[in-house]
């Protein structure tokens, strides 16, 4: 264990949709994290909205001040479609919608200096065939890694439970369709590990550490996809971090709670102490800040 630092957390910005954008960040690095992970929606940085390049400078230069390093997330629920969740994906009819706004991602991400730029394949709809959602998640992601190979981009895809893609198993199987890009790396949420895979959750991050490019970080229980605040589900933490830091993984390791923004500034402070005392638990506990 000698030798080992403590991880770089992060925090979603899906869960402090209650405030503004440059507050959540200043809340974020007052309480000690080193990363953000930012969702692009219209509660904060909308790509779409006007004056893009103006505001990209502003978060840009902002997130230099705070010294805070950035993943650019693209869960937003109801940016592309006002009526229906996380509509349309890469699978849906109208998938060309979201191809332009993770292209935007992108081209976002290549302009905040991101270590990553995370997607997910999204929910088959019942009138999709297997075959032709299949056919079009890789289309759609192959277009995908062309803008990000073009911008110098790396990007990290989730499997995601109930989606397409849902666990490392999808994932390597898309990896596969796609040719094995080397930008195309892996987004892992530990709260889904225990939510759906068959190993534990050390065995997977294990597992999975070889692609890591971003690490999400959540409580959740057994066949239940619920974000959970941490000591509220069922995964024991100290292994999970030890796994990490066996593995040499530098990335943002990013509290996953989109469900909290009520409570956002209290509930992000108490994230990381109970992060920062699993990692002392763990033998991972230490840092340059």
Known sequence: MTGMT??????????????????????LADLGYRGV??????AHLDPFAPGLARR??????????????????TGARYLLDPFHKHAPTLVHDERAKRIDYLRRAVSI?????AEAVSFWAGVRPAHVGADLAWRRLVDGCAEVVAAAETAGVVLGFEPEPGMLVEDLAGWHRLRTALGAPPVFGLTLDIGHCRCLEARDVPECVTAAAPHLVHVQIDDMRRGVHEHLEFGAGEIDFPPVLRALGDAGYRGLVSVELPRHSHAAASVAASSLQFLRCAAVAAGVAGGDR
Request: charged share 25%; no cysteine.
């Open 6 to 27: 403590e991880p770089r957390w992060g925090y979603g910005t899906n869960g402090f949709t209650d405030h503004r954008l440059p507050d959540a960040l200043r809340v």
């Open 37 to 42: 992970a930012l969702t692009l929606d219209h």
């Open 56 to 73: 990209l400078a502003a978060v840009a230069e902002l997130l230099g001040e705070l010294r805070l390093a950035v993943v650019v997330e």
């Open 109 to 113: 991400g290549a302009d905040l200096g």
